[in-house]
């Protein structure tokens, strides 16, 4: 930044302060010590620093981190058509002001397309196989103009059962697969 020791015939101070992007009094103080010759041009010891190829190493470094977090990032899927895959996923909701801690609780269920993001979601007074697929055939099928293909949950009971499951029968009445989210691994949990 202090490459000059005294003002150039054609600059002023203003100049050299917009240009260097410091204050006026900076430059004056700069130009004070370079006046008395406190000033001297500092160069770093450590010869590391000085050449180009511990530069370029470095370089290297950051771009290769770079393109592993983009590699991560890239493992999105994305799906190609409307209810390719519909994510659904269940929700305790919290006491409002007012609400006594023996009151009942509700449940938001929620259906998200993966394609498209359009959602559907209904408030449920119970967590229930019986109530998931009530929700599942009132609030999602009905409504929906397209074939939904798979469900994809998590491994709750209100999604997941033997064949007298009352969720599984509603899947298996309407021809819709059933995937589920690995044990242990809420990163995989969908959209919903």
């Known amino acids: 930044m202090y490459l000059f020791l005294t003002i150039p015939n054609k600059q002023s ?28 041009p500092q160069t770093s010891t450590n010869n590391r620093f000085k050449q180009a190829k511990y530069g370029i190493k470095r370089l290297a470094k950051v771009e290769k981190s770079i393109q592993d977090k983009l590699k991560r990032q890239a493992k999105r899927y994305n799906k190609s058509y409307f209810g390719e895959m519909v994510h659904v996923d269940t929700k305790r909701l919290p006491l409002l002001k007012g609400q006594s801690t023996n ?43 397209y074939q939904i293909d798979v469900i994809y949950s998590d491994n ?9 499951h009352e969720f599984v029968k509603v899947c298996y009445d ?17 959209k919903a």
């Open 13 to 40: 101070v203003t100049s050299l302060a917009l240009e260097y992007k410091v204050s006026r009094p900076t430059i004056y103080k700069v130009l004070k010590l370079a006046r008395i010759k406190l000033l001297k």
């Open 103 to 145: 009151s009942p609780r509700e449940y938001l269920f929620v259906a998200v397309d993966d394609y498209s993001c359009e959602l559907y979601a209904a408030i449920l007074p119970d967590k229930t196989a019986f109530g998931a697929a009530q929700f599942l055939v009132e609030q999602v099928i009905e409504p929906c103009p």
């Open 156 to 164: 709750g009971t209100e999604f997941k059962g033997t064949t007298q």
């Open 174 to 190: 309407n021809h819709i697969n059933q995937k589920f989210t690995k044990v242990g691994r809420p990163q995989t949990n969908g």
